[in-house]
């Protein structure tokens, strides 16, 4: 049986992926499947940079706005969905482009990780609230020392879901990478620097004046904890600190514009370890359209 042609988007964030996945869907009869795991929280718009209804042109979105931002949606809730997303459109007769930044949802759907057979602990996850990262990355260190050299200690939800992980099954378990039902292109977005750094500093002054402080005051006014908001990391946290009176707010701004720069060179330096992935020119449209169309050409095997 011929597999499934699958493109993916990938590139750290404020590189262009949302607008590039868009063009690809216009040109190929496509739509759009996000792996973006703060999207699929309604209510988390504009500091997540949510695609509005205008940005689509008419391009269906999958994997948005689909959960309370109260409830907990996993790797195991994406990989489901996603699924199910990718039946869909294949049915339909429609091409899937995958975009996001969250990476690691891609790496589920591709077979290379896996998510244990955990549920959530919210009794467990309430006794980590008050540690902050490093505590929770020296926990972690000590119970599952594989686990904690390849995490990202940076990122708390992780770092959680980890600790959650070992104390139901003593470890994390290693991956296995398995066989996959879909055919891949991975498109990586090659961008500089210096133009990385200014496309951020731009978003995040854009987002600012579009209201991205009055969303985290309407989030928590409608019952999502500070906890809960710093848990959304970057943004969210910021702004949280910022409204609780922990930060200035030129200092919040500051402050969060390093920590994204941070985190783009972070995916980048994840990106980087997937050999498989085609750099393109984002600029050269042409050229990419003329990579798909030989790669939707060639029989999957």
Same mark, same amino acid.
């Given at each position: 049986m011929l597999k499934q042609k699958v493109i993916a988007i990938?590139?750290?964030?404020?590189?262009? %992926?949302?607008?590039?996945s868009i063009d690809i869907a216009t040109h190929f009869n496509g739509e759009v499947i996000s792996t973006d795991s703060r999207q699929v929280y309604r209510g988390l718009d $504009?500091?997540?940079g949510k695609v509005?209804? +205008?940005?689509m042109r008419g391009v269906p979105h999958h994997l948005t706005d689909i959960v309370d931002p109260a409830t907990i949606y996993t790797g195991h809730d994406f990989v489901r969905d996603a699924t199910a997303a990718l039946l869909d459109i294949k049915r339909r007769g429609r091409r899937p482009i995958i975009a996001g930044g969250t990476f690691f949802y891609?790496?589920?759907?591709?077979?290379?990780s896996q998510t244990a057979p955990v549920e959530p602990n919210q +009794?467990? !996850? /309430? &006794?980590?609230e008050p540690l902050s990262n490093e505590e929770l990355y020296e926990r972690l260190l000590i %119970?599952? +020392?594989? !686990?904690?050299?390849?995490?990202? #200690?940076?990122?708390? #939800? #992780?770092?959680?879901r980890a600790l959650e992980v070992v104390e139901t099954l003593g470890v994390v378990p290693e991956t296995k990478t398995a066989t996959t039902p879909y055919d891949w292109l991975m498109l990586g977005i090659d961008i500089d620097q210096k133009t990385l750094h200014q496309n951020i500093h731009t978003r995040l002054e854009a987002r600012l004046e579009a209201g991205m402080i009055e969303e985290v005051v309407k989030l /928590? +006014?409608?019952g999502i904890s500070w906890q809960r908001l710093e848990d959304f990391g970057l943004e969210y946290r910021y702004i949280a600190e910022y409204l609780q009176g922990q930060l200035e707010k030129e200092e919040m701004v500051?402050?969060?514009?390093? &920590? $994204? !720069? /941070?985190?783009? &060179?972070? /995916? @980048?330096?994840?990106?980087? #370890? @997937? %050999?498989? $992935?085609?750099?393109c020119v984002p600029e050269n449209r042409e050229a990419i359209f003329r990579r798909i169309e030989e790669f939707l050409n060639t029989p999957s095997s």
């Open positions: 990938v590139g750290p964030t404020a590189s262009g %992926k949302t607008s590039l $504009i500091g997540t509005t209804p +205008e940005e891609l790496e589920l759907l591709r077979g290379h +009794e467990l !996850r /309430q &006794k980590f %119970k599952d +020392e594989r !686990r904690a050299h390849s995490i990202d #200690r940076y990122n708390r #939800r #992780r770092l959680i /928590q +006014e409608a500051a402050l969060l514009e390093t &920590k $994204i !720069r /941070q985190f783009a &060179k972070r /995916q @980048m330096t994840w990106l980087k #370890r @997937m %050999k498989e $992935i085609e750099w």
